[in-house]
T-cell receptor, first 115, second 109 residues
């Protein structure tokens, strides 16, 4: 089946530094990738949608200059949290779609803690 | 606006049956999904309904009524490992998933 990986699975960083999270589709080409954020005991919040080779579309309220998304190839998308602050601590999950709109495959998530 | 409603928390007994309801109001409809999410993990796909009726898959079944904007997830023969959050999500006319807040299911022995 379709597998999506994320790296790292968890990361601790100091306030003010930047963190890059990778999302890879291992056995299919992901034409579209989604980035979600989930705070404790809350549901998934879509941050942005990215299509390979084009700029990401950010949801309202998500700062595109703070959360940089690059979808340079059909198997890799990256999310960079720039100048991270403790309030950015969250569970970040990516998902990927291979063209079929009805199927979305989730990565295992990355837990970010900013101290 | 778009809205997905589901109960915040439910409790059930091991071996029993539980039904988790979901009502929705969205801009267009391209299907309804149920996902299971264990604490600290990403969601895993359970079911997809786009036509009215019941879809059965082992111990889990999902029902959809498009005219009522309503779905439920039915879990039979509950096991302790079924303790998790269950997320209802609707795909809107732009093929974007609109997520409910999730229902935390607690299974007691």
């Amino acid at each position: 089946g379709a597998v999506v990986s994320q790296h790292p699975s968890w990361v601790i960083c100091k306030s003010g530094t930047s963190v890059k999270i990778e999302c890879r589709s291992l056995d299919f080409q992901a034409t579209t990738m989604f980035w979600y954020r989930q705070f404790p005991k809350q549901s998934l919040m879509l941050m942005a949608t990215s299509n390979e080779g084009s700029k990401a579309t950010y949801e309202q309220g998500v700062e595109k200059d703070k959360f940089l998304i690059n979808h340079a190839s059909l198997t890799l998308s990256t999310l960079t949290v720039t100048s991270a602050h403790p309030e950015d601590s969250s569970f970040y999950i990516c998902s990927a779609r291979d063209g079929e709109p009805y199927e979305q495959y989730f990565g295992p998530g990355t837990r970010l803690t900013v101290t | 606006g778009q809205n997905i409603d589901q109960p915040t928390e439910m409790t059930a007994t091991e071996g029993a049956i539980v039904q988790i309801n979901c009502t929705y109001q969205t801009s267009g409809f391209n299907g309804l999904f149920w996902y299971q999410q264990h604490a600290g993990e990403a969601p895993t796909f359970l079911s997809y309904n786009v036509l009215d009726g019941l879809e059965e898959k082992g111990r889990f079944s999902s029902f959809l009524s498009r005219s009522k904007g309503y779905s439920y997830l039915l879990l039979k023969e509950l096991q302790m490992k079924d303790s998790a959050s269950y997320l209802c999500a609707v795909m809107d006319s732009n093929y974007q998933l609109i997520w409910g807040a999730g229902t935390k299911l607690i299974i007691k022995p």
